[in-house]
């Protein structure tokens, strides 16, 4: 069994989401997805819109999803890789180099990381964005 894991922030749910899980668990036989926790996002992107709890539920919900770890770190390490028997490490196209090399160099130097392209059409900004401009 292919056991993949993504981390995500997953806040404002939509169906980028959904495609890039789907496109993970294509990958393997069980999808792990990590959650950050709203400190990790805070520092590393920004404020949440829902909470750690909201973000889990809908990620919860997904059908491809077949579980799902609160506090997940901003850096996927070797002592989380195996805690969690991981085999294969997975994140969006989002991120430049330099980003990848911090948050997941174990995952590269086991040669268990791939990268999935994002869902172009839509993202959490930009519904931030239309958020904003529809007030």
């Known amino acids: 069994m292919t ?6 922030v997953a806040d404002l ?6 495609e890039f899980l789907r496109r993970a ?3 393997g036989d069980y999808l792990l997805v990590g959650v950050n ?9 920004r404020d949440p819109i829902l909470n750690m709890e909201e973000r889990i539920a809908s990620v919860y919900g ?6 799902v770890i609160p506090d997940a770190p901003w850096v996927t390490d070797a002592a989380w890789i195996e805690k969690h028997q991981i085999d294969l490490v ?6 430049n180099q330099e980003q990848i090399d911090r948050s997941y ?3 590269i130097a086991l040669g268990i990381y791939r990268t999935l392209t994002y869902t172009s059409s839509i993202s ?6 239309r958020c904003k401009t529809a007030e």
Not at 3 to 8: E, F, Q
Not at 13 to 18: A, I, K
Not at 90 to 95: E, F, I, K, L, T
Request: glycine share 4%.
């Open 13 to 18: 749910f939509h169906y980028g989401h959904v």
């Open 90 to 95: 997975v994140h969006g196209d989002d991120y």
């Open 37 to 45: 926790s709203d400190e990790s996002a805070r520092a590393n992107k």
């Open 25 to 27: 668990r294509d990958l």
């Open 124 to 129: 959490t900004t930009e519904i931030i964005r």
């Open 3 to 8: 056991r993949v894991y993504v981390d995500m």
């Open 105 to 107: 160099s174990d995952a």
């Open 62 to 67: 997904c059908r491809y999803v077949d579980e």
